[in-house]
Every structure is written in structure tokens, then in C-alpha cells.
């Protein structure tokens, strides 16, 4: 679901498509979920606008601030968590997240990667074809990247 604003129910968080001059997009697998994959998300601190914790977290979970900001998302992407993998620090408090999402063009080479630089969430990380993504990620989130692709797809064909 995409809306204008972020709706109350909804975590507010950002999303970053990182994409390599071959235009592959940066993924990463999740330390508590061996099999799901995912481009980097992360939540909005207090007082943080979406583009300032895109930055953020791309240093904390790729390790890196070697990126260009090309563009972001016209509307808040929204998806539901199943009830039985909410976090628990969310306390029942939200049934998903939305999301603003933003393309970057990444400038670095791969050393500039270090997915352990923070509190490291990503077990393993691997550039991608946007098409190999929906095998690999949680069926939840299905619907945001389609949304995504489909948002960002001039700079990935």
C-alpha cells in the first residue's frame, strides 16, 4: 500500500535500494533469519527526517557512505508484519511499517563494505539482479519490493 503519509498505525521507517554502476542492488541476509534477504531498512530516530536515517543507516548496516542520493519514493510504502514476528520491543504498538524508500548509486568499491562496522544485522551481503530478490526475500515484504522496483525501475534496467 502506498500513501502520502505515513499512516498512525505503521512504524515510520526508510529503505535503501544501493545500486552498483552494473546496476545490481545490494542485499544483505539477516543474522536472526538465515533464508531472508533484504536491502537495508531501518527505523526514523526522533526528530530524524526519512533522508537524514537513510544515511544513517546505511552507515550502520552496510558500513558505508560512499553513495549518491538519486531519488526518493513519492509516497510511504506500507507492509504488515505477521503478528507472530512482530518484534516485541514494538509491544503490540504497531502492525507494520511504512516506509519511505530511496535509490542511491553506490561509489564505493567493496572494500568500502563492512556489514560488522555497527551492530552488525546482516550475516552475509551479495550484490543482486533486482529479478533474483523476490525468490530470496520474506513473502511479507513481497509487495513493498515490487512497489519498489516498479518505483525505481529507470535506474535499474
Known amino acids: 500500500m502506498t ?11 526508510v529503505g535503501m535500494m544501493l545500486i552498483a554502476p552494473d546496476r545490481r542492488v545490494f542485499v544483505g541476509c ?31 548496516e552496510v558500513g558505508t557512505t560512499k ?3 538519486l531519488r526518493e519514493s513519492a509516497g510511504w510504502i506500507s507492509y504488515e508484519v505477521p503478528e507472530d514476528r512482530r518484534p516485541a520491543y514494538w509491544k503490540g504498538r504497531w502492525r507494520g511499517q511504512a516506509q519511505k524508500w530511496f535509490a ?33 526475500i520474506v513473502p511479507f515484504k513481497k509487495a513493498v519490493y515490487d512497489a519498489v522496483f516498479e518505483e525505481f525501475a529507470d535506474l535499474i534496467s
Open 67 to 69: 553513495a549518491l542520493l
Open 104 to 136: 542511491l548509486a553506490f561509489t564505493g568499491t567493496d572494500a568500502d563494505i563492512d556489514i560488522a562496522a555497527h551492530d552488525q544485522e546482516f550475516a552475509a551481503w551479495r550484490w543482486i539482479a533486482p529479478a533474483e530478490l523476490s525468490g530470496l
Open 30 to 60: 539477516r543474522i536472526n533469519q538465515p533464508d531472508a534477504w533484504q536491502m537495508p531498512q531501518g527505523g526514523i530516530d526522533k526528530g530524524e527526517t526519512p533522508v537524514e536515517a537513510a544515511c544513517r543507516e546505511l552507515h550502520e
Open 3 to 13: 500513501t502520502a503519509i505515513a499512516p498512525e498505525e505503521y512504524r515510520r521507517n
